[in-house]
Nanobody, 115 residues
Framework: VQLVESGGGSVQAGGSLKLACEASGYDFSRCGMAWGRQAPGKERELVSTIRRDGTTTYADSVKGRFTISRDNANNALYLQMNSLKTEDTALYYC??????????WGQGTQVTVSS
């Protein structure tokens, strides 16, 4: 299983970024997927999940600002992040195969939001 994240970067508060995850090595369409993040000095947390049927969940801190989506035809997962805040600064990970706990994790892409 390989999960490769991209799309991270530096942005000012209020800006937007779109993260992407390319998945391979397993049947993407059969697995729930998620985005997680870890800020310096904090534990990793789930930001958003999307089930096989497209059902989504969001952490309260990102509701209304982030949108998760998946493209089963291209084995891709996305996270559209709008109205970014400084507290969104973290290493963002793609995760595969699970509902609330996930088996596989990528290496992460850094998102830095400045004021």
């Amino acid at each position: 299983v390989q999960l490769v994240e991209s799309g991270g970067g530096s942005v000012q508060a209020g800006g937007s970024l779109k993260l992407a995850c390319e998945a391979s090595g397993y049947d993407f369409s059969r697995c729930g997927m998620a985005w997680g993040r870890q800020a310096p000095g904090k534990e990793r947390e789930l930001v958003s999940t999307i089930r096989r049927d497209g059902t989504t969940t969001y952490a309260d801190s990102v509701k209304g600002r982030f949108t998760i989506s998946r493209d089963n035809a291209n084995n891709a997962l996305y996270l559209q992040m709008n109205s970014l805040k400084t507290e969104d600064t973290a290493l963002y990970y793609c995760a595969a195969c699970g509902v609330s706990a996930f088996v596989f994790w990528g290496q992460g892409t850094q998102v830095t939001v400045s004021s």
